[in-house]
């Protein structure tokens, strides 16, 4: 979903951890500008009820910077599954604008030790999602964090993404020096099963910040933190004027 990779957590030296915020900034820029970035996403082609992909049809006839993929969600009416295609152009408009995404300086103290509760079961919770026009989307929550930020506590929910937790979080920031609807996280793992690592410095523009063809989810009230995150990526930058439909 996110062009961006975890990565285990480990306790670093300031300098190490400023060194692999730099590589992760890095890493970064290069997945958003693959051939399948999300920089790269033209088309989301939703199939009628029943009817499945052909990707060999789809492409024909295609530049060769074209390449096709399939997707699939739930039909928030019937429930039922819904298949599509996505079509990625790594010769598409915001590719060839693409400067930059613009961040905070890293900055140790948003680094932080949270407890995680797993829950047993399928535990499943209601993200809005940006272009479902106030629908909900039910996603797997494995787990609590709980943690205390500037004297605040807060249980998050970060849902299963491939594996992997997935943060959405809010803060005041958004729609100001950061992107309007959120941003996302990815949870580091400990060694210990009930501790989890979040390092905001990470934090990063979700793929609907790319491309008008993502549907991402919203951050839900308990992840949105009374303080400013000033950490992690701000918003893309683009250059000629170009501007990115999302």
């Given at each position: 979903m996110s062009s961006a990779v975890p990565e285990p957590a480990t306790a670093p030296s300031s300098t190490d951890a400023a060194e692999r915020w730099n590589a992760w900034c890095a890493g970064r820029r290069t997945a958003l500008t693959?051939?399948?970035?999300?920089?790269?996403?033209?088309?989301?082609?939703?199939?009628?009820a029943g009817e499945l992909p052909d990707v060999d049809a789809a492409r024909a006839g295609l530049p060769d910077t074209v390449t096709v993929t399939t997707v699939s969600r739930t039909d928030l009416v019937t429930g039922a599954p819904e298949h599509g295609l996505r079509f990625w152009d790594a010769a598409a408009p915001a590719v060839e604008a693409f400067e930059r995404v613009d961040v905070f300086p890293y900055d140790p103290s948003w680094v932080l030790e949270a407890s995680y509760t797993p829950v047993p079961g399928a535990r499943r919770v209601a993200f809005e999602h940006i272009r479902d026009n106030g629908g909900t989307r039910d996603l797997v929550v494995p787990g609590d964090i709980s943690l205390t930020v500037d004297g605040h506590?807060?249980?998050?929910?970060?849902?299963?993404?491939?594996?992997?937790?997935?943060?959405?979080?809010?803060?005041?920031?958004?729609?100001?020096?950061?992107?309007?609807?959120?941003?996302?996280?990815?949870?580091?793992r400990t060694e210990d099963d009930h501790r989890v690592v979040l390092d905001f410095n990470r934090s990063f523009v979700p793929p609907c910040g790319f491309s008008d063809q993502y549907n991402c989810p919203m951050p839900p009230r308990q992840n949105r933190l009374h303080l400013a995150v000033e950490a992690g990526e701000k918003r893309p930058v683009f250059r000629d004027g170009f501007t990115a439909q999302h």
């Amino acid at each position: 979903m996110s062009s961006a990779v975890p990565e285990p957590a480990t306790a670093p030296s300031s300098t190490d951890a400023a060194e692999r915020w730099n590589a992760w900034c890095a890493g970064r820029r290069t997945a958003l500008t693959a051939p399948t970035g999300n920089l790269a996403l033209v088309e989301t082609r939703w199939l009628p009820a029943g009817e499945l992909p052909d990707v060999d049809a789809a492409r024909a006839g295609l530049p060769d910077t074209v390449t096709v993929t399939t997707v699939s969600r739930t039909d928030l009416v019937t429930g039922a599954p819904e298949h599509g295609l996505r079509f990625w152009d790594a010769a598409a408009p915001a590719v060839e604008a693409f400067e930059r995404v613009d961040v905070f300086p890293y900055d140790p103290s948003w680094v932080l030790e949270a407890s995680y509760t797993p829950v047993p079961g399928a535990r499943r919770v209601a993200f809005e999602h940006i272009r479902d026009n106030g629908g909900t989307r039910d996603l797997v929550v494995p787990g609590d964090i709980s943690l205390t930020v500037d004297g605040h506590d807060y249980t998050l929910s970060a849902f299963d993404d491939d594996g992997t937790l997935l943060l959405v979080f809010g803060d005041p920031t958004n729609g100001d020096s950061t992107y309007g609807a959120g941003r996302f996280l990815f949870v580091e793992r400990t060694e210990d099963d009930h501790r989890v690592v979040l390092d905001f410095n990470r934090s990063f523009v979700p793929p609907c910040g790319f491309s008008d063809q993502y549907n991402c989810p919203m951050p839900p009230r308990q992840n949105r933190l009374h303080l400013a995150v000033e950490a992690g990526e701000k918003r893309p930058v683009f250059r000629d004027g170009f501007t990115a439909q999302h």
